[in-house]
């Protein structure tokens, strides 16, 4: 039986206390927080006692539309509008939401523990909290499951709130749920958080409803790609 841990750090009992979960081959990894469970192995050690939390991801593929739309964006994001903040990531394609780039996930350190416990994270530590939380809820909106994508999504800003691509996101979800008001409203945020991937956003499908209108046009006139 394979063996996994839960990094939903802060928000699952399974996580804090690093308890190791066996699954039999062929389970879905999904820890029961709803958090994707990785596999124990990838605890690379760093330098001694020290680990390193390695996220493993698929395949690169160049913005491909899937079938249901979506993707992994493959152009650099802008930096995050926060001076201590680290530079947004790079996504990539997948069949549904938009999620970042593995390298950028794997940025916490063995304090992240000692600063959860304290109450005082770092900027750079709460934006690998968000974006686990983002990764999370991107199998969720594969699935159908609005609600508990959602729920990852609000995760994502409760940790850091200027992470531009909690609210592309939330644009996707909006669109699947035929709501296109509220998918414009996200979207002009993920704007306001530094986001100009306008190619990539045209050419994906699940925002095809939203880019092909005039209030898209409107919208990204008043912030002009960098």
Same mark, same amino acid.
């Given at each position: 039986?394979?063996?996994?841990?839960?990094?939903?750090?802060?928000?699952?009992?399974?996580?804090?206390?690093?308890?190791?979960?066996?699954?039999?081959?062929?389970?879905?990894?999904?820890?029961?927080?709803?958090?994707?469970? &990785?596999?124990?192995?990838?605890e690379?050690?760093?330098?001694?006692?020290?680990?390193?939390?390695?996220?493993?991801?698929?395949?690169?593929?160049?913005?491909?539309?899937?079938?249901?739309?979506?993707?992994?964006?493959? &152009?650099?994001?802008?930096?995050?509008?926060?001076?201590?903040?680290?530079?947004?990531?790079?996504p990539?394609?997948?069949?549904?939401?938009?999620?970042?780039?593995?390298?950028?996930?794997?940025?916490? &350190?063995?304090?992240?523990?000692?600063?959860?416990?304290?109450?005082a994270?770092?900027t750079?530590?709460?934006?690998?909290?968000?974006?686990?939380?983002?990764?999370?809820?991107?199998?969720l909106?594969?699935?159908?499951?609005?609600?508990?994508?959602?729920?990852?999504?609000? &995760?994502?800003?409760?940790?850091?709130?200027?992470?531009?691509?909690?609210?592309?996101?939330?644009?996707?979800? #909006?669109?699947?749920? #035929?709501?296109?008001?509220?998918?414009?409203?996200?979207?002009?945020?993920?704007?306001?958080k530094?986001?100009?991937?306008?190619?990539?956003?045209?050419?994906?499908?699940?925002?095809?409803?939203?880019? #092909?209108?005039?209030?898209?046009?409107?919208?990204?006139?008043?912030?002009?790609?960098?």
């Amino acid at each position: 039986m394979g063996k996994y841990i839960c990094r939903n750090y802060g928000s699952c009992a399974k996580a804090d206390a690093r308890e190791e979960i066996e699954l039999a081959p062929g389970a879905e990894p999904i820890c029961e927080c709803g958090f994707e469970l &990785k596999p124990l192995e990838s605890e690379a050690p760093e330098g001694g006692s020290k680990k390193k939390l390695v996220l493993i991801v698929g395949g690169v593929m160049a913005a491909a539309l899937l079938t249901g739309g979506g993707f992994w964006m493959t &152009k650099k994001a802008q930096p995050v509008s926060t001076s201590s903040a680290p530079p947004a990531p790079a996504p990539r394609a997948t069949a549904s939401g938009v999620a970042p780039d593995a390298g950028q996930l794997a940025r916490a &350190k063995e304090g992240v523990d000692a600063s959860i416990k304290a109450g005082a994270l770092a900027t750079d530590q709460r934006v690998v909290i968000a974006r686990e939380f983002i990764k999370a809820a991107i199998p969720l909106m594969q699935a159908g499951k609005w609600a508990d994508a959602q729920v990852q999504l609000d &995760k994502a800003k409760a940790e850091f709130a200027d992470e531009p691509l909690i609210y592309v996101n939330q644009a996707v979800l #909006s669109l699947k749920q #035929s709501k296109s008001g509220d998918a414009l409203t996200h979207l002009e945020t993920a704007l306001q958080k530094g986001f100009r991937d306008y190619s990539v956003l045209e050419s994906d499908v699940d925002l095809k409803p939203l880019t #092909s209108g005039d209030g898209y046009k409107r919208l990204i006139a008043r912030y002009p790609a960098k």
